[in-house]
């Protein structure tokens, strides 16, 4: 089968222009099919990696004038430049370059050259244009962290890196699955601190690259839902502490903090949405006079296994029958029932949404599946075109591909809802790359992924 890029070019040289369907991609960065779109559709720039045909109704009134990008030259790791106009005031990642990071494109790069179909592996492709958050899981991790600020302070321009702080003592407290490397029993809080001064040690001889943390998947969740577990009450004080610090020494102007909030299935019940940010608003406050936080984020699962964050929820869209009765079924909802309540604690109201994973809904047996759910695809790329003001972003936080967790009872990291009818299975450990789960996501992509 011809390529993508070949087949373009022919049609191109017989006088015959392709257009992208209604929902089709029409541009972004390596982008090399059409970039018209069809009869009632607009090409609307959604970020330097993606732009969709948009039904022409729904198109926002300003667009940018040339929605496609330039492909970096070999061996660069960012992102073209954004021609988007800002969408709020103070919004971090507007005007940026999202830097991409290395590891994960390795990755997909090997994936695509193990896919047989060439239509899958085109479309595949695009996803190491993507940018990704790069998870420091461990302390050893933190000198990459400097490595990948180096390379974007050198490539110029108006650079950020994303990155998730994700090293607690009794880590993952209500699962066992990412269980961390330290333990509030052997020093782990004198440890966690470490790690969090050498973070800030690496942002602040970059003064001059823009970074977004997501601060703790699960670990204030936990706290609101979980203290049942005798894991988490012990590691409850440790807990707020140690994110207040967090908070306190990454004050840096460059930085811009977003501490997780699980999900819409998760805190978005009733029952735990007020006592969840008044939680926020408490460590916010133990961070000391002065400190700040750009907001939340939200997306993640209510069962973590190391890289486990992306849940399946929409952003905005029809409940899921397996989040009945929940009025809060969606991410959006989630983050305007919150969002008031925030504001009520002092607690600034700005959010990011993890959507890696949600292009496909109905496909959980239980709202709090979260284990390689059968039949899920990619959602959204990332893009400040968000529709909500109070959404600075969707982002990919989950780097798609890495497997939630593993499907072997005889474990020691084995979780049961890995084992799960909906749960994806033979499954690899936490954390590796999980190849057919991969061919999947980019399978059922929604928005799809051209080939």
């Known amino acids: ?18 257009q992208s369907p209604i929902y089709g991609q029409c541009g972004g960065q390596g982008w090399s ?34 929605p496609t990008s330039t492909k970096p030259t070999s061996g660069s790791p960012t992102s073209a430049t954004p021609t988007a106009a800002p969408t709020a005031a103070g919004n971090p990642y507007v005007g940026y370059n999202t830097f991409l990071i290395p590891e994960y494109v390795q990755e997909v790069q090997a994936a695509v050259a193990n896919i047989t179909s060439s239509t899958t592996a085109a479309q595949a ?36 890196v994303q990155a998730v702080i994700y090293d607690l003592p009794d880590r993952d407290c209500a699962a066992e699955s990412s269980a ?18 050498n973070i800030a040690a690496q942002v602040e001889a970059y003064p001059n690259v823009r970074v977004v943390f997501v601060v703790e998947p699960d670990g204030l969740a936990n706290l609101v839902t979980n203290l049942s577990v005798q894991k988490c009450s012990e590691a409850q004080s440790a807990y ?15 930085v811009f903090l977003y501490l997780d909030a699980g999900h819409s299935g998760w805190l978005g019940w009733p029952a735990n949405i007020t006592p969840a940010a008044q939680l926020f608003a ?11 936080v750009r907001g939340l984020a939200t997306g993640w699962s209510n069962f973590f296994s190391k890289l486990d964050v992306s849940n399946y929820n929409l952003l905005r869209g029809a409940e899921d029958p397996a989040q009945a009765p929940n009025p809060n ?40 599946d979260w284990c390689n759910v059968k039949g899920a695809g990619l959602g959204p790329r990332p893009s400040t075109n968000t529709g909500n003001t109070l959404i600075d972003s969707i982002v990919w936080v989950k780097p798609p591909g890495e497997s939630d967790g593993t499907s072997n009872t005889s474990s ?26 991969f061919v999947t996501l980019v399978e059922n992509a929604n928005p799809p992924l051209s080939g």
């Not at 018209?36 to 990696?49: D, H, K, M």
Request: proline share 6%; with cysteine.
């Open 1 to 18: 089968m011809l390529s993508l890029a070949i087949a373009t070019a022919l049609l191109t040289a017989l006088g015959v222009s392709a």
């Open 33 to 66: 099919g059409a970039t018209t779109c069809a009869s009632g559709s607009t090409c609307v720039y959604s970020n330097p990696y993606y732009s969709q045909c948009l039904p022409s109704s729904n198109a926002p009134t300003s667009q940018p004038t040339n």
């Open 125 to 160: 492709a695009q996803v190491e244009s993507i940018p990704v958050f790069f998870w420091m899981d461990v302390a050893a991790k933190v000198p990459t962290l400097g490595t990948y600020l180096a390379a974007a302070s050198a490539a110029g321009g108006k650079q950020l």
């Open 180 to 197: 961390g490397e330290f333990s509030l029993a052997n020093n782990g809080s004198a440890l966690y601190m470490q790690y969090i001064d």
């Open 240 to 254: 707020i502490t140690l994110v207040s610090y967090a908070i306190s020494k990454l004050q840096q102007p460059n």
């Open 282 to 292: 408490q460590v916010l406050q133990g961070a000391g006079s002065g400190a700040t």
């Open 329 to 368: 079924y969606d991410e959006e909802l989630y983050i305007n029932a919150l969002a008031p309540l925030l504001t009520q604690n002092n607690f600034p109201a700005h959010f990011i949404v993890d959507q890696s994973r949600s292009g496909v809904s109905g496909i959980r047996t239980a709202e709090g």
């Open 412 to 437: 020691p990291r084995y979780d049961t809802h890995c084992g799960q009818s909906d749960a994806t299975q033979p499954a690899p450990e936490a954390g590796t790359w999980f190849q057919s789960y």
